[in-house]
């Protein structure tokens, strides 16, 4: 079992990018899944989060701009970030708690996917 997150890309100051992230291998349901993030020289912070029932949670950098979203048929995630600015520049994490419908869960991180927002 995996996450894989992707979309990543170079894009100015304002424009768009919509990351994914997608659990695979059997037998599994994804529930609390989150976005985070890590740029150069900083700590790692949460960017967004999302139950499985839809209900989300942003830090206050990013209100407004990005949209944490997900497709439970899939367990795939999704962030759409709107106006980005330069500060939006880091790589962009994946996480998952995923049970197994045969007993246990366990806590799954992506590979992270690089977004740079030129100025």
């Known amino acids: 079992v995996q996450l894989q997150a992707s979309g990543g890309g170079l894009v100015q100051a304002g424009g768009s990018v919509r990351l994914s992230c997608a659990a695979s291998g059997s037998d599994i349901s994804t529930d609390f899944m989150g976005w985070y993030r890590q740029a150069p020289g900083k700590q790692r912070e949460l960017v967004a989060t999302i139950t499985r029932g839809g209900r989300a949670n942003y830090a206050d950098s990013v209100k407004g701009r990005f949209t944490i979203s997900r497709d439970n048929a899939k367990d795939t995630m999704y962030l759409q970030m709107n106006s980005l600015k330069p500060e939006d520049t880091a790589v962009y994490y994946c996480?998952?708690?995923?049970?197994?419908?045969?007993?246990?869960?366990?806590?799954?991180w992506g590979q992270g996917t690089l977004v740079t927002v030129s100025s």
């Open positions: 996480n998952a708690d995923v049970s197994f419908f045969f007993g246990g869960t366990q806590i799954l």
